[in-house]
């Protein structure tokens, strides 16, 4: 494997399996918020739909941004429902949830991820891969407004 972004082959594959990681993550995290978006009743119902299909449209995005970064780093993504379900850290909740245990299981969803992003950003920012510590903040920021917007349901 040659170098890209100046970067050498060995730091390439550990952000690389960090990606991966992150894009496993996404999609469970997409397909959780899916799930409360079809699922969810209360009497807050129109305002948290309207809000969840905000946020996994940009899960969606978030998704394709992070595997288009592992494409430019010359590896190819792992894409299929089976390995993002065996590879994500995230377990969901069942169609049968509260409304409340949706939004709390959406809120450490968010929160665990930012969280794993943040320390492949400091990776990244070893690197001195600027870009990637770019796209990484964004998503970071992304998914901590998400989360605190999730919590302010559950005030």
């Given at each position: 494997?040659?170098?890209?972004?100046?970067?050498?082959?060995?730091?390439?594959?550990?952000?690389v399996e960090g990606l991966q990681q992150a894009v496993a993550d996404t999609y469970a995290l997409y397909f959780m918020t899916l799930n409360g978006h079809?699922?969810?009743?209360?009497?807050?119902?129109?305002s948290i739909h309207e809000m969840l299909e905000?946020?996994?449209?940009?899960?969606?995005?978030?998704?394709d941004a992070l595997a288009e970064r592992i494409r430019a780093m010359g590896y190819k993504v792992p894409t299929s429902l089976k390995i993002f379900a065996e590879k994500s850290t995230l377990r969901s909740f069942s169609e049968e949830?509260?409304?409340?245990?949706i939004i709390q299981k959406l809120v450490e969803a968010n929160?665990?991820?930012?969280?794993?992003?943040?320390?492949?950003?400091?990776?990244a920012e070893k690197n001195g891969d600027?870009?990637?510590?770019?796209?990484?903040?964004?998503?970071?920021?992304?998914?901590?407004?998400f989360a605190w917007k999730l919590r302010s349901h559950l005030n």
């Open positions: 494997m040659k170098d890209f972004f100046g970067i050498a082959p060995q730091e390439i594959k550990k952000v079809w699922n969810m009743e209360c009497k807050s119902f129109i905000t946020q996994y449209e940009e899960h969606a995005k978030t998704g949830a509260g409304w409340e245990e929160e665990s991820v930012f969280l794993s992003l943040r320390k492949l950003s400091k990776q600027d870009g990637l510590v770019d796209l990484l903040g964004g998503i970071i920021r992304q998914n901590e407004t």
